[in-house]
């Protein structure tokens, strides 16, 4: 498993990789104390920076969430997954070089939001 993050991600360090998980993992949280990020909010602002739900390139990641609803009845959307730092980190690993391009505002269309609006 680190050797396939590593080949997706090899510019990038293992400290440098950890942090990034985790600047994500906190972004991803309802509140700063939760144990859990939630797949909605992550989406959520990824689509605010640009990368909507149908973009190829977060299908891994919209894949391993559909993966996980499968195997939980008490999940009914990949929009409200509760997700512990190991199970984030392997669903965010899959997209990890376009989530941290999006949120460090390297895309093509920077303010989003605002473009839709206009």
């Known amino acids: 498993?680190?050797?396939?993050?590593?080949?997706?991600?090899?510019?990038?360090?293992?400290?440098?990789?950890?942090?990034?998980?985790?600047?994500?993992f906190n972004l991803s949280k309802k509140n700063p104390t939760d144990l859990k990020?939630?797949?909605?909010?992550?989406?959520?602002?990824?689509?605010?920076?640009?990368?909507?739900?149908?973009?190829?390139?977060?299908?891994?990641?919209?894949?391993a969430l559909g993966e996980i609803k499968e195997k939980d009845d008490?999940?009914?959307?990949?929009?409200?997954?509760?997700?512990e730092f190991g199970e984030f980190c392997n669903v965010v690993g899959k997209c990890l070089v376009v989530i941290s391009t999006a949120f460090k505002g390297q895309l093509v269309i920077p303010e989003f939001e605002t473009f839709c609006k206009d």
């Open 37 to 63: 990020a939630n797949s909605g909010i992550l989406l959520r602002e990824l689509r605010k920076l640009g990368i909507l739900y149908d973009d190829p390139r977060l299908q891994p990641l919209i894949y």
């Open 1 to 24: 498993e680190n050797d396939d993050r590593s080949r997706k991600t090899s510019l990038l360090t293992d400290h440098e990789l950890k942090v990034l998980e985790s600047e994500f």
């Open 74 to 83: 008490t999940v009914f959307s990949i929009n409200n997954i509760n997700l």
